[in-house]
């Protein structure tokens, strides 16, 4: 059975990727599985150099098909900001609390509440490095609303709903995500090769 390492110490990653699993013919590996420890490296300023960099440090150790994920939030009137920063928006890596308020501040009267949510993946197969792509619509609320999903989940309502991902259902949110969207790509490419 083909096995694929899973280059993220994110565990809201991990569900959200294997809830949407569907390839019986591939096990998936968690890096405490693969006995790899520590923050992944994360050095550029692109999802997709990003995802490929945690994707390869894995491969590099385990020999095993590895799979880096890069996400990030992208504000229209912040220029794209947080973007491939969203991790550390407010300085601390990974403190969602810090991150969404320094967003909600500077959002503060501004009416263009555009964004969306981006997912890269990477699959490092050792030959050649594969990339899949997600992507979804939607706007910046307020104040944030709802204790589900993770990071910038509750300020975030996307086009054609009035939930934010944190008020969602974790199979709602699942069915419809830029990571859905993107994993789908992979699950897809999977099966025909
Ligand atoms: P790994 O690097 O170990 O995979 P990470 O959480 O640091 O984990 P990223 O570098 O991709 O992951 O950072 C993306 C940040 O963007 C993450 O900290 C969240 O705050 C946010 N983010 C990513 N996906 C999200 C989602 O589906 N919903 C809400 N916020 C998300």
Known sequence: MMELVLATNNPKKVTEIRARWGNDAVRLFTLQEAGITGELPETHETLRENALEKAQYVYERTGKWSL?????????ALDGRPGVYSARYAGEHGNAEANMQKVLSEMEGVSNRRASFKTVLALETGDVSYFFEGEIQGMIIPEKRGTGGFGYDPIFVPDGYTQTFAE??????????????AVDKLLEF???S
């Open 68 to 76: 880096g994920d890069d996400s990030g939030l992208e504000i229209e």
């Open 168 to 181: 969602m259902d974790p199979e709602e949110k699942n069915a419809i995500s830029h990571r859905s969207l």
């Open 190 to 192: 999977l099966k025909n």
